[in-house]
Each structure stands twice: as C-alpha cells, then as structure tokens.
C-alpha cells in the first residue's frame, strides 16, 4: 500500500495521486483517450491547485475522461536548493506515465482558459515534446515513449535541473513548438487567445502562498484568477470531498486502526467560547479513532465521530459546535479544505479546531493553520471560531499558539465617521464607500494648519496638525468605524482610536504613510506601490470617480459650445508633465496627428483640455494640427469658472488621456467611458545611460520586468524596502505606470498605438468588494484582554 499510518505527515507518496474526472452525465461519450496531466504542486499551493482544477472543470470536454497525477512530496528526491517544492518532478513524467502515451505538464502556478484536451490533441509528428521553447519546460505535451531514456525517475534525482533541460533541448528535432498562448506568461495575456496563464512572479501570485518568504504585491491579472476563486466559491468546489476523499485519505482510512487516543481536556479559552455560545450539543470529529473528551462541560452534550469511517459524518446530525480534535494532525493535507468547508457547514455556532504545529513557519506553521481558518469562515461566513496550535518540539519551540475570531450574526448598525480633509479626490472616496456600506454616517471636516507637513511619525496619534477651533468637533461617543482618506488625515485617526481605547476601526484609503500594523484595513491604488499584507486589499483604481450631478452641471454650462460639435466627439486630456514624465512636443504631435486622421474619418470632433503648465509648444504644435477638424482647445485658466475638462469628459463619447494624468484616466474609467493612453518619455531619457540607470533603480526596490516583459523575481534588497515601507518610515514615489497596467489588463484603457487590446472591458468592482471586507470585518468582534 502507498500509504500507511506509519508514515509521517504530511504522508510522502511513491506514485503521485490520479485524480479522475469522469465524463459528466448526459454527456455525449467521445472516443478520444483520456487526457492525462500532469500537476507540480505542494502543499502550500493549496489554494492554486484548487483554482487549477476549477479551471479545468470549467472549460473541459463533458463527455471525455481526464486524469490529474498530482506530483507533490514524491518520495526520493532531494528538494534542496529546488526554487518550488516541485521542480524537478517534471523530468520523472515518462517512467510515471508508464513510458507509453501522452502527457501534459503543468506548473501549479498556472490556470487554463480553454479546455486542455485541444493541447493533449496536438499533432507531435516525430518531436518527443513540445513546448513554447527548448528550456521553457513549464508547460509540455510530452511523448512518455520517447522521452524515456532522458527523463525518467533516476535522471530526475540524480541530475541538475539544467541539464535535464539541455541534454533534450540539444537532440536535433526531439523538442517541437507550440502555440506561444499555451504558456502567456504575466502581461503576455490576450483575452480570447490565450489558453493557459501562468502566473511566473512569485511576488506577484494572487494567492499568496508563502507570505514569510515574499513580500507580495498586486498583479494586475489578478482578477481573472480571483474570479475563477468566487465562482469555485459559489458552486462550493474543491478537488476532493466527503464522497470523493484524496487516495490518501482512503488509504488509511482502509489501513489498520491507530491505537485510540487519551482523553483530551477542552482549554479554559474553548470552554468559555462555548459557555458564552450557549452551545448545547458539542461534534467532536477526529481521524482513526472518534476522540474522546475529558470532563467536558456540564449540560453539554458530546457525540464523538471518526472521519476516516464516516467522511460525510452521516451517523451525526449538526450541531451548535464542532470540535476538530486529533484530525487536522493525522488528516492529508490534500483534504484540508473540504474538511474544514465541512466542519464550518455543521457548527450552528462554533468551529474548535485543536492542531499541531509542525514548522515554525510556512507550512503547517501556526500562521499558515491561522490562514486556512480564515478562509474557510470567508467561504461560510457565520459560526465563530476558535484555533489552538500546539507545539510539536521536534519543530517548534514556543507554546501554545490561540487565535479567535468571534462573529455576531446580525450586527447593529455601527457608528461611522469619516474624517475629511478638503482634499476633493481623497473625500470623496471616503465618502463613496460610506454610502457603499449602507449605514448612517457623519463627516468630521478637519482644517489643518501648517504643521501637517510633518511625516506622520513625527505627529503620531495626534491632533498636531489639526486646527481645533476651525475643525468640526472631535468629541465622544466615539465611532466604531472611522475612514479616512490620505495621509493627512492618518494623525487625527489614529488620536481618535486611542480616545475610543482602542474600540473604533480604522479603514485607510491610500498611502498611510504610517505602521500597517495600526489600521483595520488599508485600501491601496496601484500608483502608490504599497506592499500587500493581511490588512491591506489592492484595487485597481480609485473607489470614486466625478459624481453624475457634477458631470451634468459642468456639461450644461458648455452645452452651448459642445452641442454645436459633430459626434463621435473625442476628448484629448493633456496633463503638464509629473510624476517622472515629460510632455515633449514629439509623442504629442504622433497622437494629435493620429486622433485627427481618426476624427475627419468618423465625422467626429475633438475636445482638447490642457493644464495651466502644459508647455506652450505643446499647445503651438496643437492648435496648428487641430484646423483640420471641428474641435475646441481649452487652457486650464483660460476661462475662469468653467470646469472644461469635466464638460468634456461628460460630453465626450471616447476619451484620450497622457500618461501623466492619473486623475483623469481613472475618471474616464469609473464614468464607463471607451479611454486610451498616450505614452510620454520619461525624464531620464535625456540623461547619458539614464534609461539603463533608471531600471537598475527600479529593480532595486523590486520593480522592472525582464526583455519579455514579465516581472522580475523579488530579491532580499526589495523586501527590505517593502519592510521598511510597512512601519511607515519609507515611500516609494508614486508611479503612474501601475496604475496604467492595471487598468489595460482589464481592458478598461488600450494604448493609443496599440494594434488591440489585452481584454474586452471588466468593469470595475473595488467599490463592491472594499464595502464587503469592511461589513464582514465589523461582523467580528474582538478577542477579550
């Protein structure tokens, strides 16, 4: 038997397990052979090799058989010095295969967009594999007969990934290519071509899998692969399940008994949870054995079952808790999910789960069992929960680790502050998402006098900067939420807190520029490059745009200038060169000659707004090509009290913007406008080796991509940074580019020289999903002192 109880956790495998997905009923039956893949995963890649099926589930053939090896903790290789936990299995696939047939490979790091049967279909002809390129091995169609005698289970352990990789790549005709889409890597997405994603920069993974070795930060595509989670959510997926245990679970379940285990006593902090749950009836579940408990609680009643013989726990109906105890220890990790989705399904009202940590960190760490309960209520929000981390001492030297979220089923409706500063763009997203969250709100208006220019750990939790007398009154009852907007604001919070001692919750849009570790949640904007941790969610633009009222009032006062215009009109938003960019006379010209070819061919109109800094050849060079066309050409001050650029905007049916004007694109954006980029140079373009200077700049902070433009992998120097940038003592500059990626991967922005665009328009949802984490953060109440 592969697997006995015998062997330790997490239960290493000779033979990776097939997971079968059987043709679905009603399905016409093809007469293709089974498609077989091959998976590289571990167990810390849990929640992408979920996501990696689903996707797989979502765009396979009903009717066709598909075989998934999981290759994770195969026994006899040596994993030092591997970047994954699944390197070099890859090169094992011909002799694992049986050396007969086909096989895909795939990295775990990777999700398809069309059904992987097209690429196990592929015509080979005489090539041994194909692959997008000789060394790029990360996804493969391998021919197992001829790729035997290179690849094979003794090669694979014996030697160097480099050369399993060259000796093959060296046989003249043994590699074949394949569709460059079969294998995007990153930014090399095209929607409706690309057919398997591959998520290369670990730092950039949208799951997050080791968070104490990456310091992460957003991924612009993130959100393809985050949908695929919500619908793998919604349809209550996971790869294995009470009726379809991992082969592991069934093979010890079908192995020898363990010896039952002592009678274990309940903790003071898990009594007095359930004491104050008022839980009647108490679910012990265990794995080999139905635990047994040690005086429990008087008037509660126990019933104790074995997981291993009765996965579905028919035998027991729900109940108002559910204690896992000696499960999680001896469960694989492949079941962790769907047991935990199981236990959170039947507690009414509390989920106790007793474990042992076996690392210090990473997996199977007291942070990473933290982790998989947070998710697991975030999948079945409403029963609180309780975790205990014992220590194993082979691994682990600190005491017992507990960790408890309780939740109120129906909260009150919160007190809500929102702090506003007079800063426009930052009020008004504090704002938006006040009203977003439903519940009556109040705005504190603070004037600031001159000491606000002081970073803010100079100011701490103070109102230093905050004119008293001038300012709307601070005073109790303190609120339970308080959102604030910007820097400027992050002082006054933060008094605010420690007035309430410690009570009001604080969401922070933008930049704090203070520790993380003091807000409840810290909404970040691409453009301001902060690093991603647990309290810190990333949007891919700002949460509020002009308000309709706005754009309505400034389109009539021009509706006498603009009304007269043929349509389609066009709006060309220029900026005055910031954030590192110039706005020279030449990518200007390129564009405005281009917007007015495409203009006196639609019949259209052109609505061109400068700031009062655009430089005056800029405008020269404008005002010369514009003649061709109707159109009409505004300076910022030349006319005094009439919002042109929000006129146009509102009148505008396709919008134009420079890279410099992060302001406006994100408008177009958020008011459903069709916007497009115009490129500018940087500064240190005009510098000897600039260019060079500036990307050796970038990658040292953890920024820059490779000559593919994929990212680059993060080193020591940049998470430093990041570190550093997480007490408030750095700020990286703000930067645009960001900001543009983010909104051309979801296909809201094309580039105004670009031949298409990456994907059809997402239109975006941070508003949603900010007002969501927040109500779910005010459902849970704090853990008593």
Known sequence: MPVTPDVPWPYFRREPECVVLEPRAGAPASAKPPVRIFLGTEPAQYRAERIFFWSIE???????????????????????????????????????????????????????????????????????????????????LIDCAKMLPLWNRTTATREGKHALIKKPASVPGLWGPCDPHWNARDQEYVEGRTKCLHYTALHQQPWEPFPEDYSYHPNPLAYIWHGLEREADAAGYQMFGPDRPSPTFRELAAGETPPPAEPRSLSEEARRLLAESGAGRLLAVGFGCAPALQEPPAGLAVASVDLARDPALAAVGPADAVLALDLFDRLPPADIGWVLDLLFARAGRLVLVDVRARAAHGFASPLWWRRRLLEAARRRPGPSWHLEVRPDPRFVSEGVQRFTVRRVVEPPSPRVWVLATGEETYDRQAIELARALGWPYETRRLVLDRRFRLPNFLLGASLAGVDRLASTCLEPPWPDLLITSGRKSVPAALWIRRQSGGRTRLVQIGRPRAPFELFDLIVATPQARLPLRENVLPVAAPLAGIPAERLEAARAAWADRLDALPRPRVAFLLGRGRDGYRLDHAPIARATSRLVEEVRASGGSLLVALDRKTPAAVESALRGALREVPHILHRADAEEGRDARTAFLAAADRVVVTADEIGPLAEACLAGKPARLVDLPRWYDRLPGGARLARFLRLLVGGGTSYRGTPHQQHLLARLVDHLATRGLVNLPRDPAELHRALLARGLVERLDAPEPMARPVPLDDLRRVAERVRGMMAELPSPA
Do not use: C
């Open 58 to 140: 979502k765009h396979r053939d009903p009717g066709r058989r598909y075989e998934i090896y999981r290759m994770s903790d195969l026994e006899g290789f040596d994993r030092t010095g591997w970047r994954t936990g699944f390197t070099k299995y890859r090169f094992a696939i011909p002799e694992l295969a049986g050396g007969s047939g086909r096989a895909i490979y795939n990295d775990v790091d990777q999700i398809y967009l069309a059904d992987p049967a097209e690429l196990f279909d592929l015509e080979m002809g005489e090539h041994g594999y194909l692959a997008i390129s000789p060394e790029e091995t990360s996804v493969m």
